[in-house]
């Protein structure tokens, strides 16, 4: 008896020191849910809820993502391969509070009026358009995020998960285009964030950063090893 307790919490031990990182940033990631789910059973979510919910699932949606899209620059800067781990789960959550922002503005907000949505939303805002494009594109990057569908599609899995970077600039003009002239500077910061982050994946940018990050760590890898590591990370 006392054998296999040991062996068990030395198992438990070994995951948590495996997957710590994941499960901090993960749980981290899902704060705001919880929080948001606590003041709405509790009636704290303001004088007008429905646009409570729409700016708080809208702006968490689009941190989260671009904390995914952080996870291969991050990796690429500083070595670190424990933000590869989270790239992923982090890419999902980001679409949960995507798809809540949607049902909020569908059903809270329109009651699931599709017609009144159309001629009131879709053809008067175009950033409605806009988030709706960035949805439809981070759907089946969710659903075929699994290890099955990553042996299923090959090589065309890492260039349909591309699209995410599509679908970032699309979230970022979602929320430049709704926002009014005084609240522009928060998505224009997002706006320039995406930039960095694209522009890290560049194969001239990414092979300089890793020679760079190579010499400044006095690594002694072959430095064929370090750009091959960063070809293949995307």
């Known amino acids: 008896m006392k054998e296999q307790l040991h062996r068990n919490v ?17 749980l ?43 996870c291969t620059p991050l990796h690429i800067l500083f070595g670190v391969r424990q933000v590869l781990s989270v790239r992923k789960s982090l890419g999902l959550i980001a679409f949960v509070y995507a798809a809540l922002h949607l049902a909020n503005f569908l059903g809270l907000d329109y009651a699931f009026d599709f017609e ?3 001629h009131d939303a879709v053809l008067t805002m175009p ?22 569908w990553m042996r299923r599609l090959g090589r065309n899995w890492k260039r349909l998960h591309q699209l995410v970077y599509a679908a970032g600039v699309l979230a970022v003009l979602h929320f430049l285009w709704q926002a009014k002239a005084a ?35 006095r690594r002694k890898p072959a430095i064929s090893r370090v750009l091959n590591e960063a070809k293949t990370t995307h």
Do not use: C, M
Not at 186 to 210: G, K, N, Q
């Open 28 to 70: 981290a990631a899902l704060t705001p849910l919880a929080w948001l789910l606590w003041r709405g059973w509790h009636g704290a979510l303001g004088v007008d809820p429905v646009n409570t919910i729409n700016n708080e699932t809208g702006r968490v949606a689009l941190i989260v993502l671009f904390l995914s899209l952080a």
């Open 116 to 118: 009144l949505i159309l």
């Open 10 to 26: 030395h198992k438990l031990i070994h995951y948590w020191r495996a997957h710590w990182f994941w499960w901090a940033v993960t």
């Open 127 to 148: 950033y409605i358009l806009a988030g709706g494009l960035a949805l439809l594109i981070l759907t089946p990057l969710a659903i075929t995020s699994t290890r099955g």
């Open 183 to 217: 609240e522009r500077a928060e998505p224009l910061i997002y706006a320039v964030v995406l930039a960095l982050l694209l522009l890290v994946r560049v194969p001239p940018v990414r092979r300089w950063l890793v020679t760079q990050r190579t010499r400044l760590t």
